[in-house]
């Protein structure tokens, strides 16, 4: 007798930095996320896609939550109140040293969801075996019907047992998207996140939460990818920052990038950046929206 079809989307949501970005690479093995240090990383919902012949499972890596202090983290905040929707198993990301009740709200909505959880708490290698048990029934009292998972996402322990879990609890359903399809995301979006991952990793404090980045062109011939990226800063000094003395910086941040896109592609990349000044533009609509944010 042929198995029923399963399809079902994980979502993974939690507060900033508990390595969620980690786990989605992990389940979904593609590095679909870009992991850095910096909290707020991640600003969009990403799916990964997970197929075999009788299961498709889209796995969504939402922004950490947190409390907005301007336009961009409210879109970003919904993107996270939006994976609560749709979830048919929620992954509830944690760690052992967050504190449990910091975000009680969001904490709130997931009380009241109906479809399965599972609380899974990372990093459980930084940590000794009381503290975890103590840190278990902690949890076991604020979500009473979530199964409770310890797991380290950076050293790959318990994660086929979470993996297990997720394809025990898909739902029997024809596939959402194509059988090949790897994310819902287009290729130029991952560009932009790699060059934007680059950008986190080379410049400090403020300067990597005041870019964004287009891709402007996108041309794939046989054996090359042509890409014209757009780099848009907040103020002229920022500017400035990014292109560096003589042009060293923004050359460095290329280079960088340029390795990633084709590993990525697997195809050999010419990348040109430039850099563009666009006033306050996390705090405007119009800016906002046209860089895919949702917003209210």
Known sequence: MEKMHKSGFVNIVGNPNVGKSTL????????ISIITSKAQTTRHRIMGIVNTDN????????????????????S??????????????LLYVTD???????NENFLQKVQKMDCPIL???????????P?????????KELLPNAEIIPISALSNFNIDFVKRRVEELMPVSPPYFEKDALTDK??????TEIIREKILLYYQKEIPY???VVVEQFKEDADLIHIKALIVVERDSQKGIIIGHRGQALKKVGAMARKDIERFFEKKVFLEMFVKVEKDWRNRDKMLRNFGYQLD
Do not use: C, H
Not at 119 to 129: A, E, S, V, Y
């Open 24 to 31: 989605m690479n992990r389940l979904v093995g593609e590095r």
């Open 96 to 102: 052992v040293v967050e504190k449990i009740d910091k």
């Open 76 to 89: 970003m905040l919904n993107f996270s109140q939006s994976a609560l929707g749709d979830a048919d198993v």
């Open 55 to 74: 299961m498709q499972i889209v796995y969504s890596d939402t922004p950490g939550v947190l409390q907005p202090n301007y336009k961009l983290q409210e």
């Open 210 to 212: 005041a870019v964004e």
């Open 131 to 139: 503290e975890l048990e103590k840190l278990v029934m902690e949890w």
């Open 186 to 191: 287009p290729a130029r979006f991952f560009v």
């Open 119 to 129: 609380l899974l708490i990372n990093k459980i290698d930084t940590t000794t075996q």
